[in-house]
């Protein structure tokens, strides 16, 4: 990340001493092998690798079917943008963002995500974002961005709080699916366990600072901004039948010098600040709440909580009759896997771990599980890494060339695991002698198990359909357990005839199993906010988490109560207030057939992206001369008479600038560098002429300029380095 005083460098050319910092922001560089292309439309632009082509003509596909609707409620649709693709990160997310403008996308389907297929996710969320900006980027910002170019537009941003940004994003997103991310049980878990947002300990309302609640905390638990921003946006749309953002950026692009835009166009056209709409919202919130009928955990917990810190014991893991693994974390120290003993609760430390990806899984003596390692060279390579433990050393070590493995699953063969591949495709493969299966196109697996009864592999899979459960047969080929639903399933195991895993349909975060004898679906736990993570210890009992406000307890319960769960297309909607929702498309409903491919083929062509064309995109300028490299790097601002180009190109590859400067001691100046770190290696090439050279004569205390023009030229390269091993890093 790199930052630059934009704000300053304009309140300089203003003759006021510079005080805000801002960001020219960048992901990092890509592989230096990938070969990439180009589609160009009236509205958007596709810059993808040749490897994630197919990915690249779907994606295009959902953009211009939620085209006429994602604007909804703003007066303004999207603005023109291009989208940029990275194929090689594991680390799913979405980016929006100036200077230079575009949208990226890491196209990895998220591991924990819910059951509609990721590229429809990062569509309906994401381009939301570019309608925000197109919104906020008028009146006196547009006028800046004559003066700036996008950094201009950049202050914009400030208008609108990041929370109302996401809050709205998460809301298009929701209303776009069938029961989408606002919805999930998940999402408002963190506030109904806290049962107090925004009180004291009498229950009062807090009448002190609510920051907390919109900055977060090192020291305690606090649902993010995504969460935070959905309850109060939502309500807001409830209460006002309106998208109140509209008007707040409205007023704000139009009004940037009154600073506090956003409580000003609150009040000035509804009536209420954000203190009151926080409030409301909550009450509104806590009064659905508290009319639910009341449940507690049917799982007791196994060991007590640390007192004062929240935290996430994560797959239970049995290694005797008392003794359990976990994967614990917390906010003082790195994740690990630590010894429970149930009896007396003692708990022993056994290894640090990296940021896990997907669950760990007994076989061999060994703990098996993946986690994401970042490349040496290149940022937007980040891997799985498939990892183990011999549990009686204790030491993790990582298996060279699994790099994207995904659920280590035992089976009677060997070790079998997914494969993701870069360009979109997931297969199943392990050992020699595990049994290979490729996933259909478009066909996103979230899960695999193996049953030690009937000697099966079994996934869990999310496609058009939603999210269901298959098994894999000795031919080759796939069998549905369960119809494709709307209904989101995690955390996939299985033992003695049964599939164990995680379900929304009541209402809940819920631990259901399967019986692949009756093929009869139940759900066996009873949760006051949710329960995750089952396996079976093959003793009658299922092991799980349970949630509460002090984090994600380790608990156990027999296998004795077998409640019918009766299939359905849609969860039980419980824990959300009743909302209206958007008249807009419905991306469960679109289907991207091999007919509309060849269709976008036919419409839209294919070009080569030549990297050496693109080196430069001019997205920033300045009525005055700067050198914004030692500004990131120095903090040093030396502002003279002149103009300055700022460029950064779309593929985050290579960063330059071009000043030129007049001053009465020197006459004209003219400077420039570029910087380039898309082979690795970071190179560097800077140059001036013009100006005074000063030399030091022999003999002379003080040096003496020489009026000579004069050139300068310099050349440089680093090879920054990233080891990373677990939760060690080294730069």
Known sequence: MRRLLYTALFLCALGVAPKARAQYYTWGSDPTGLKWSTIRTPDVRMIYPDTVSGVARRTLFYIRTVQPDISYGFRHGPMRIPFVMHPENFQSNGLVMYLPKRVEFLTSPAIDGYSMPWYKQLVAHEYRHAVQYNNLNRGVIRALSYILGQQGSTIGLLCMPIWAMEGDAVMSETAMSSFGRGLQPSFSMGYRAMGRVGRDYKGRRDRRNIDKWFCGSYRDYIPDHYELGYQICSYAYARYDENVWDRVAWFGSRNPYMLATTRIALEKYYGTNVRKLFRETFDALECHWDSLPRTGDSAAPLVAMPEGNYTTYQWPLPLSDTTLLVLKTDYDRPSRFVRLDTRTGAEEPVCYTGLVSTRPAMYGGRVWWTEYRRSKLFEQRVNSQ???????????????????????????????????????????????????????????????????????????????????????????????????????????????GRLYFGSIASGYDEVHCYDLATGRQYRLSTSTYGSFSPSADGEGNVLMTTYDAEGYHAARQPIDTLRPVRPSRLPRNVVNPPRRKWPVANLDTVRFTAADSVSSAARHRARRYSRPLHLFKVHSWMPVAVNPFKIIDEHDIDVQLGVTLISQNLLSSAESYLAYAWNHAEGSVVKGSLRYNGLGVELEVAGTYGGNQVIYAAGQAQPQPIPDKYYSLSAGATLPLVFAAGYRTRM
């Open 386 to 496: 498939l990892c183990y433990m011999d549990l009686d050393r204790g030491k993790p070590k990582a298996v060279r060339g699994r790099r994207h493995a995904l659920y280590p699953t035992p089976t009677d063969r060997g070790l079998a695991w997914v494969e993701y591949s870069p360009d979109g495709r997931f297969a199943v493969t392990g050992e020699a002698g595990v049994q290979h299966w490729e996933a259909p196109a478009q066909t996103e697996l979230h899960g695999l198990a193996w049953d030690d009864r009937t000697a099966r592999l079994y996934f869990l899979a999310t496609d058009d359909s939603g999210m269901w459960l298959g098994r894999i047969e000795p031919d080759g080929t796939a069998t549905h357990l369960t119809e494709g639903a709307y209904i989101t399933l995690s955390d996939l195991t299985a033992r003695d």
